[in-house]
Structure formats: structure tokens, C-alpha cells
């Protein structure tokens, strides 16, 4: 228990480190002079979701390293022992999308419990820095619109 608790929480910091990383890259290309506005939030956009598709294979690594070297548990149903179903699995629960063909056993339920959490985090810190970033550029009608 100690192992997959100490496991997800390097992993969640990780994944935060990285998101956080990509926020302020994007923060930063919002105040770049050079690129107009339309260009700006879809690159943003693309920024973002490269971030989360990282954050994905991260735990999608972290549940193989779980699995295959520390021996907490097992994935059953429609496993196949892939680096495919590894990364279903993980796009599954990051997204909480959660369809159950695949399913954890032991102490990778905990891991995937947390990365489906850290997922809806993420998402939702992605989805809250975009609004805000761009709410100030819409009313001021500095993309175009005014």
C-alpha cells in the first residue's frame, strides 16, 4: 500500500510540475508581440492538450512500472499486455471516461483512482486558465470582433 501511495504521488506532482510548466508557456506565448489572436488560442489549445497527452504516457508508464516491476496488482478483461492497452487504459482513466473492458486489480485500483482525480484536475485548470486568460482579451475586443 505504501509502495502504489508513494508511487502516485510522485507521479501527481510530476504531472502538476508539467502542467504547470505548460500553463506558463502559454501564458507566455499570450503575451508574445508576434501572432494574432485566433492563432494564439488555438496553439494554446494545442499547447494544453500536448501537456494532458504527456501527462497520459506519464501514468500510462507509471501503471506498467506498477504492474510489471513493483507487483502491485493486475490489469484483466480485454488486457493484452501492450504499450497500446497501456495507454487505452490510461487515456480511459485520465478522461474518467471509464469504459471497463479494462480492469485494475490490487493496488493499481488506487493508482488509477488517483489519475482519474488528477485528470478531472487537470481538465478543469486547463479549462479555467483559458477562460481566464481570454475573457479579458474578448471583451476588449482585441481578436477582431469589435
Not at 484536475?121 to 481578436?143: E, I, K, L, P
Request: glycine content about 8%; charged content about 10%.
Amino acid at each position: 500500500m505504501l509502495t502504489a501511495t508513494l508511487l502516485t504521488c510522485a507521479t501527481t506532482a510530476v504531472t502538476i510540475l508539467i502542467h504547470y510548466e505548460a500553463l506558463r508557456l502559454v501564458h507566455w506565448w499570450h503575451d508574445y508581440p508576434w501572432g494574432g489572436m485566433r492563432l494564439k488560442v488555438v496553439s494554446s489549445v494545442f499547447m494544453l492538450f500536448a501537456a494532458h497527452s504527456l501527462e497520459i504516457w506519464l501514468f500510462a508508464a507509471t501503471i506498467f512500472v506498477a504492474k510489471n516491476v513493483l507487483l502491485l496488482g493486475e490489469l484483466t478483461g480485454a488486457f493484452q499486455e501492450t504499450s497500446l492497452d497501456y495507454l487505452y487504459i490510461s487515456v480511459v482513466t485520465y478522461a474518467s471516461v471509464g469504459y471497463g473492458d479494462i480492469r485494475p486489480t490490487g493496488f493499481i485500483r488506487t493508482i488509477c483512482g488517483f489519475e482519474a482525480l488528477t485528470g478531472i484536475m487537470m481538465m478543469a485548470w486547463s479549462a479555467a486558465y483559458t477562460v481566464y486568460r481570454f475573457q479579458g482579451m474578448w471583451n476588449s475586443g482585441r481578436d477582431g470582433t469589435k
